[in-house]
């Protein structure tokens, strides 16, 4: 292992220009002749477009153009898409209703785009905007899913009978109802997971540049995956040939999901250049994004699990009912389906388990993967049941827990999932130890006698992460492939380019991926660049999300390392006449075994490209490509247990405690993995107790504003206690498993499950708010 290699905690390369100002955002970018964009969004949730009027805009000062959707549509400007097919269990494919980037005869939520002005400043483009003209016909509205399906509730999507989207099932029925007819016990729960705003630091933005001279396109967006981007905008929506589309992602101010898909401002920017023959840019401001952005989340399940009399789990049944909105995101199908009800099988044994997901439209935002997508939705299921069920039992929840937990691997779910490798009850042991678990009780008669309830609660999580393989998820309807690509650039001078697919937005790979390459030729971290985000620079990926930089990406640069190498050691057994088999290569030169002869890297790079003292036949030049199609899933997974003390007076919660003990397989930077970990349980730990966005019965969004949805801050978060264990990932060359989306998957039902442990209520739903709390007390007493 070298100072900067695998395993060392280098600081974090990006961050001196991050926290000196020196990033480039969206924002940032200006283009000569660059004008500004407003969008004119519709006030109600449904309605009918019956007249828009542009002649008051148009001619208010600075406004360059004011465009509508039938323009739009008459330049063939196509609809956004969902990228996975799902079938219902009748065979019957998904009803995706249409959704227009500019609605022209109907509107189906607040903050759905009608219209977009392009003016001079972006003050003159928000005052035309206000001057539009649009008459409406309200139509009723329906923001709950439960009730969308009602006779009598309002269609949405003509598509969409009863606006139910698919209906969908996963596992088998017959064993499952043979199992709980076999049951000594059976715990049953009602859970409601909320809807989340993700609430990226940077909100999303497009500058839209249409070159008439070489008629091409330009887009610059803050997005996770901008080949797929170029890609969806090409082939679906009809914006440009793809070889004449460029788009670039520079540096983005986090993603968690939902930048990943196509929005309709992107699409609407490069038409809108096009038509006004300048280059077009829109940053949203906060409330746009919390009206328009994908959001996470909102499931509504009623689960049954089996047990012996034992307490051996024999069985599960889920029914959720998913909202995903006005439209079908890009992804929205998938996560509710086969990324969440092939996790319900936890880290535990259960012989037979079956799932029913009904998808359904409502009058909101689109609701897509948000940091997670879908693992935290089955494991907030699965966790508060075992942590249910020990208390109905009256048994430990930790050993409730190691009696069921999966030992033998690999270990085939009834639900698709083949886990490869684990150790769950390492994890446990780590953070029951970590925890003082068995000095619980003395700490809550402690915190009784100054009149506070202190509980303390457990989680045991499993995710699937590097979504994989290509084979298997097209089988199951994703509409592309999930490898990756790297390209690994030796200049003549010995400084290495690694271009990969895998888009950073925060998760440090400038660094991580130059410690993997310091490693393999012991080159400075200085003389490695990291290129990504840009589809003219970069040869075509799969982006970032799903945990898959490490397992997918940096497996694509292994192979292509791999070539670098082999070339490497070639030449340099050609220039010190000694067998190839004999060259090392360590501490940037390239020795010969049990000599101290050696080539430093540089001069061995050199002679590639000067090419004067090659072998025979060998091609000049040390470049190399590689793709990577994972051959499974990776499984990180963990405990996490969490210790509360809640005001009864008040019902204010504090976290006193918080420990994560998790397998994330090999790691490559600890420092960076542990700033992984923090931010994902922050977020976890904020839909737990804080966070929930809230429609009124006519569809306006409550929680607009950071006035009224609550971000958690520094005070509301304790120091967290963080460890790992070490299972490596047999699946991939690195033995990596991801560790990006495990907080906010693992916490949730640790901070609810330590509550409802303090307050002597299991009915409690997040957020866990003061007031909530309160109420929950009170009907406990009563």
């Not at 249409?98 to 022209?104: D, E, G, K, N, R």
């Not at 360590?586 to 003292?613: I, R, S």
């Not at 997974?637 to 019902?651: N, Q």
């Not at 922050?682 to 306006?700: C, M, P, V």
Request: overall charge negative.
């Amino acid at each position: 292992m070298g100072i900067e290699g695998v395993g060392a905690r280098v600081a974090r390369k990006e961050d001196k220009r991050f926290i000196t100002g020196a990033g480039r955002y969206v924002d940032d970018m200006v283009v000569p002749g660059m004008k500004h964009a407003a969008f004119v969004r519709s006030p109600h949730a449904h309605a009918q477009i019956k007249k828009i009027d542009v002649k008051k805009a148009q001619g208010m000062p600075g406004v360059i153009g004011v465009l509508t959707g039938k323009e739009l549509k008459a330049d063939g400007i196509g609809n956004l898409i969902c990228g996975w097919m799902i079938h219902s269990k009748d065979g019957s494919p998904m009803k995706m209703g249409a959704w227009s980037p500019l609605a022209f005869d109907r509107v189906r939520y607040v903050g759905d785009a009608v219209v977009i002005v392009v003016a001079e400043t972006k003050g003159q483009a928000r005052d035309a905007a206000e001057a539009v003209e649009i008459t409406y016909k309200e139509l009723k509205a329906v923001v709950d899913a439960s009730k969308a399906m009602d006779k009598g509730a309002p269609q949405i999507h003509p598509e969409a009978d009863n606006n139910l989207i698919f209906d969908w099932d996963i596992g088998n029925a017959d064993d499952t109802a043979a199992a709980f007819g076999k049951a000594a016990h059976v715990v049953k729960m009602d859970i409601i997971n909320n809807r989340l705003v993700p609430n990226a630091m940077e909100p999303r933005a497009a500058l839209g540049h249409y070159d008439k001279a070489e008629d091409h396109y330009t887009c610059w967006t803050t997005s996770q995956n901008p080949h797929v981007a170029r890609l969806v905008m090409s082939a679906f929506y009809n914006v440009a040939p793809e070889n004449k589309l460029r788009v670039i992602a520079p540096d983005v101010g986090g993603g968690f999901g939902s930048k990943i898909y196509i929005y309709p401002e992107e699409i609407v920017c490069l038409w809108a250049s096009k038509k006004t023959g300048v280059p077009v840019k829109w940053v949203a401001d906060r409330t746009e994004s919390f009206l328009t952005d994908a959001h996470g989340r909102d499931h509504h399940t009623h689960a049954e699990m089996a047990f012996d009399k034992d307490h051996r789990i024999l069985g599960l049944k889920v029914e959720t009912q998913a909202n995903l909105g006005a439209y079908m995101s890009l992804f929205s199908s998938a996560t509710p389906t086969y990324l969440y009800a092939t996790l319900l099988s936890g880290q535990y044994n259960i012989p037979a388990i079956h799932a029913n997901v009904k998808a359904i439209y409502t009058n909101t935002a689109p609701v897509d993967a948000y940091r997670g997508a879908g693992r935290p939705e089955a494991t907030f299921v699965m966790e508060r049941m075992m942590e249910t069920a020990a208390r109905q039992f009256g048994v430990s929840p930790a050993e409730l827990r190691r009696k069921n937990f999966v030992t033998a691997f690999p270990h085939q779910t009834p639900v698709i999932m083949c886990y490869d490798a684990g150790d769950y009850a390492a994890s446990l042991d780590a953070a029951m130890q970590a925890s003082d678990y068995a000095g619980f009780a003395k700490r809550k008669a402690a915190a009784a006698n100054k009149g506070l309830l202190r509980g303390i609660g457990m989680s045991c999580y499993i995710e699937a992460c590097g979504i994989a393989p290509s084979a298997a998820v097209g089988s199951l309807g994703a509409g592309v492939g999930l490898w990756e690509s790297a390209e690994v650039r030796v200049n003549a001078v010995g400084t290495i380019e690694v271009l990969t697919g895998s888009h950073s937005h925060g998760q440090g790979h400038e660094t991580t991926f130059a410690q993997l390459v310091n490693e393999r030729f012991g080159v400075p971290l200085d003389s490695v660049s990291i290129v990504h985000g840009d589809t003219d620079k970069v040869q075509m990926g799969m982006g970032t999300y799903g945990s898959r930089s490490g397992a997918v990406g940096m497996s694509a640069i292994v192979k292509a390392l791999d070539k670098v190498e082999a070339k490497a050691k070639k030449i340099a057994a050609h220039l010190l006449e000694a067998d190839e088999g004999d060259i090392i290569i360590e501490n940037g030169a390239l020795n010969v075994a049990g000599t101290d002869k050696n080539v430093p890297w540089f001069q061995m790079a050199l002679a590639a490209y000067t090419a004067h003292n090659l072998p025979g036949g060998m091609e000049p030049g040390l470049k190399e490509t590689a793709f990577y199609d994972p051959s499974n899933f990776t499984f990180p997974a963990g405990c996490y247990i969490c210790e509360v003390e809640v005001d009864p007076e008040t019902g204010v919660t504090e976290i006193v405690q918080f420990v994560a003990a998790d397998d994330f397989g090999n790691i490559i930077n600890p420092m960076i993995v542990e700033g992984q970990v923090h931010g994902g349980l922050a977020q976890g730990i904020g839909q737990a107790l804080l966070e929930g966005a809230y429609y009124d019965n006519s569809g306006q969004l409550l929680t607009a504003s950071y006035m009224d949805y609550t971000m958690p801050r520094a005070g509301d978060l304790p120091s967290f206690k963080v460890s790992t264990s070490n299972t490596p990932c047999p699946g991939n060359p690195l033995g990596i498993k991801g560790c990006g989306e495990a907080g906010a998957i693992g916490s949730p039902p640790a901070v609810i499950n330590a509550i409802t442990d303090a307050i002597g209520s299991n009915d409690l739903a997040m957020p866990a708010s003061p007031s909530t709390v309160w109420a929950a007390i009170r009907a406990t007493k009563h």
